[in-house]
């Protein structure tokens, strides 16, 4: 439960994983605890999700791809841009949280929702519009149509250490599922305890089950299977150790995923165009 | 089905009844000279290689040897990226872009006139139809310099709002079934954008990518901007780990592709692949059947089979399955069989007796299971040098190997289906993701069909079509990246 350390009265939030829109408690019946930044005190056990966590949230992601990838783009961006809203109304819950669990200052914690929330309408607003900024139809010799498209890579796995920024954390995930891709993510250790409010915006956001799902747990416990699970289209690594990405790149060979590795990235194109692949149609063009 | 096929040998009774004769009709090989011994271009000159070690590269249409090949070894491999660095630092860099496009549009055009001499040689150590090499390979290999040249002058336009910068040194490594033109592929986007090069063409088929590498000389590119190692894994794996190269660009199987994968992990090499597939090819029961066919029969015999993007598995409507493969039946008796320079043949040799054994142990291993097998009983097949017949298995089930694995080789595997969704869900049902044909006369359902196939390139009502504009590459297990087009040039930037 979150926030122990308040009044008797105040009713403490019982923090659980989101996988396929529901909140369940890990399968695993294990906890971690999370303690306050300044005061050291118990903030919250958390779900130490499991690799059946892992491997639930990764059949759940797969299980929406069809239906999320084929709702309209404009679709798809109304749907980030309420989760923009409901950021924006949950804004003191995620500056406590920040403040209580991170040690970020008032104006930090409010900086960084601030990030998450441009990030959102950012992508809300990319939704429909890389298809024509990245698409093309080819000036090929002989009498056919041909045009490439991107289209979602499939199932995203991230793996988010506890050194996150929230702003490039949003831009990822926002950028991810506004191109149709579904998304697992891992946030690890203290961290984690920003999940609560994550996943509420997500729930009241009208984002179908599945298309987003949180785990909390420890990195070192859970990234192998996540790398290695063959359901996963592409894995994308958040600031996480050297020696854990030079794994999870090995790992992903296994079915050919995409790895992404950045550093800090400015919201844009690129983030997109990491997680599509492109198609390219052909036609005869006659009578 | 029709009339029982003859078995004598006399090429006149196809399955219909009734075959043309031909006589042949062989291209002449008075335009190629072929050196004994071969060495390696590094740094602008013809060089010895370090180990003295020669291996024969010979002509598959009958088995004879060519030529001599240098054998590259670790410190060979070491002098290219060394000399293509000194480039990458200096001279090829100091060009402005226009200057480096120009460089590239003179290799096309030196293509074009060295054209007869590039596709003799390429179907004498590759094996595959003169008509093919003449036709389709080399226009190609020029089409491909001549498209990317003019890029080289238009980087600020390549990626919206950002500036590109070329990536360094790339280290190119291609396969034996379109040599010349994979190494096209590889080239001609990599210097547009400014890089330098180290190829290394595959062992079985270097002796276009060595001409090419005259072709440079001739175009007077600064010395180090293309350099060109013959050899074989082991030279390959010896470019892969050098420390000095920044980008790996692959085209082959899917097996190397993994170990070539996983030994970049630990260094920021870029890494783009281009590897294996089990295309589908769909013929809905309101197709057009006998363009249908035509296309069913290029996609998996063009080239002996040697394409990564072959239309393997044929997945036909139930309901016009029997027409179809009766059709298919009596197209394939009249495909001709033999000498790769004969102008009249449609499938030439299989590179090597390797290739040809692994082909051959599939289809016995499919036969023993008890897959329904055809092969024209018409088509002979020369007495000298490594030849197979087209086939095909029907009826197979998604579960069998050769409906799995790629068998490179001129071998389709057949299976039914009843609605789109069953057609989509069993072309999908691969780890591939590289290709795949749609047939229906109806618009929409081709366009819902490509929208839910996991193909980086449909072909709708047409199939194994390229074009140097038109981007290819795979999804999931058939490789990283395109090549070709706008999309092919990403692959050897750096965006700001």
């Known amino acids: 439960m979150a926030g122990l350390n308040g009044t008797n009265t105040h009713v403490a939030k ?82 406590d949280t920040f403040v209580e669990t991170l040690g970020y200052s008032q104006d930090e914690a409010d900086n960084a929702v601030d990030e998450g929330i441009d990030a959102f309408v950012y992508y809300a607003g990319f939704a429909d519009k890389y298809q024509q900024v990245i698409g093309a139809v080819n000036p090929v010799s002989g009498p056919h149509h041909n045009f490439t498209t991107p289209e979602p890579v499939g199932v995203v796995a991230m793996l988010g250490s506890d050194k996150f920024h929230f702003g490039q954390l949003i831009s990822r995930i926002a950028s991810i599922v506004c191109s149709g891709n579904t998304l697992v993510l891992l946030l690890a250790e203290k961290g984690a305890a920003i999940l609560a409010p994550l996943a509420e915006v997500f729930a009241t956001s009208d984002l179908p089950g599945g298309v987003i799902n949180l785990l909390t747990g420890f990195l070192d416990e859970l990234y192998i299977h996540m790398a290695s699970h063959m359901e996963v289209d592409s894995i994308c690594c958040e600031f996480t150790e050297g020696e854990i990405t030079a794994k999870v790149k090995e790992e992903a060979v296994h079915n050919l995923k995409r790895v992404v590795v950045t550093p800090r990235i400015e919201p844009g194109l690129q983030s997109v165009l990491d997680f599509v692949e492109l198609k390219t149609v052909w036609h005869p063009v006659g009578f | 089905m029709g009339k029982t096929m003859s078995t004598n040998n006399n090429k006149t009774a196809g399955e219909s009844g009734f075959q043309f004769e031909y006589d042949p009709a062989p291209e002449s090989t008075d335009m190629v000279n072929i ?7 590094i740094n602008g000159k013809w060089m010895a290689g370090k180990s003295g070690k020669f291996f024969d590269t010979i002509n598959p249409a009958n088995g004879e040897k060519l030529a001599e090949l240098t054998e590259a070894n670790t410190e060979d491999v070491d002098r290219a990226v060394k000399a293509a660095r000194k480039a990458f630092n200096g001279a090829w860099s100091e060009l402005s872009p226009k200057q480096r496009g120009r460089y590239i549009y003179r290799i096309a055009r ?214 179809f493969v009766h059709k298919l039946k009596r197209r394939m008796a009249s495909l001709r069989v033999g000498d790769p320079l004969d102008k009249n043949t449609d499938i030439g040799a299989i590179n090597s007796p390797g290739e040809l054994e692994k082909i051959k142990g599939l289809i016995a291993d499919a036969i023993a299971d008890g897959i329904e097998y055809f092969e024209p009983e018409s088509t002979v097949l020369p007495q000298k040098g490594y030849y197979i017949k087209p086939s095909f298995f029907n009826n197979v089930a998604s579960s069998a190997t050769i409906c799995r694995r790629e068998i490179f080789g001129p071998v389709l595997a057949i299976q039914t289906f009843r609605t789109p969704e069953e057609a989509i869900r069993k072309a999908n049902d691969t780890p591939y993701g590289l290709a795949a044909g749609i047939w229906s006369e109806k618009g929409s359902k081709i366009h819902s069909t490509a929208q839910a196939l996991k193909a980086g390139v449909i072909w709708a009502n047409t199939y194994n079509k390229f074009d140097p504009a038109s981007p290819f ?23 700001k």
């Open chain 1, 14 to 95: 019982t923090i659980k994983l989101y996988i396929g829109g529901a909140f369940p408690r890990t399968e695993s019946g294990r906890s971690f605890p999370v303690y306050t930044a300044e005061s050291k005190k118990l903030y919250a056990h958390l779900c130490r999700a499991s690799r059946k966590d892992a491997r639930n949230a990764v059949a759940a992601a797969k299980s929406a791809i069809n239906g999320w990838s084929s709702r309209s783009a404009y679709n798809r961006g109304q749907i980030l841009y309420r989760m923009a809203e409901m950021l924006e109304g949950k804004r003191s819950e995620f500056v």
């Open chain 2, 35 to 41: 050196k004994k011994q071969n060495k390696l271009f």
């Open chain 2, 110 to 323: 030196i293509i074009q006139e060295r054209s007869r001499e590039l596709a003799v040689l390429e179907t004498m150590d590759n094996g595959k139809p003169i008509k093919e090499s003449r036709d389709f390979d080399i226009p190609q290999v020029a089409a491909h310099f001549f498209y990317y040249a003019g890029w080289a002058d238009k980087l600020d336009y390549l990626f919206n709002g950002k500036s590109v910068s070329p990536i360094g040194v790339a280290g190119q490594i291609i396969p034996w079934n379109f040599p010349l033109l994979m190494a096209a592929w590889k080239i001609a986007p990599a210097l547009a954008a400014g890089n330098c090069v180290v190829l290394k063409p595959a062992e079985t088929t270097s002796l276009t990518a060595l001409l090419l590498g005259e072709i440079i000389e001739e175009a007077g590119l600064p010395p180090g901007t293309v350099n060109i190692i013959t050899g074989a894994g082991a030279t390959g794996a010896a470019l892969v780990n050098h420390p000095d190269v920044d980008k790996i660009a692959f085209t082959g199987s899917t097996e190397v592709g993994k170990i070539i994968a996983r030994s970049t992990v630990n260094s920021a090499k870029k890494l783009t692949l281009e590897l294996g597939g089990k295309s589908a090819h769909i013929v809905y029961e309101d197709a057009a059947l006998d363009q249908a066919v035509e296309s069913v029969v290029s996609g998996i015999y063009f080239n002996q089979g040697h394409v990564c993007c072959a239309g393997s598995r044929l997945l036909v409507e139930e309901s016009i399955a029997d027409l």
């Open chain 2, 473 to 495: 590459g795979g999804y999931n297990e058939s490789g990283w990246g395109r090549e070709g087009g706008r999309h092919g040039l990403l692959s050897y930037v750096e965006v």
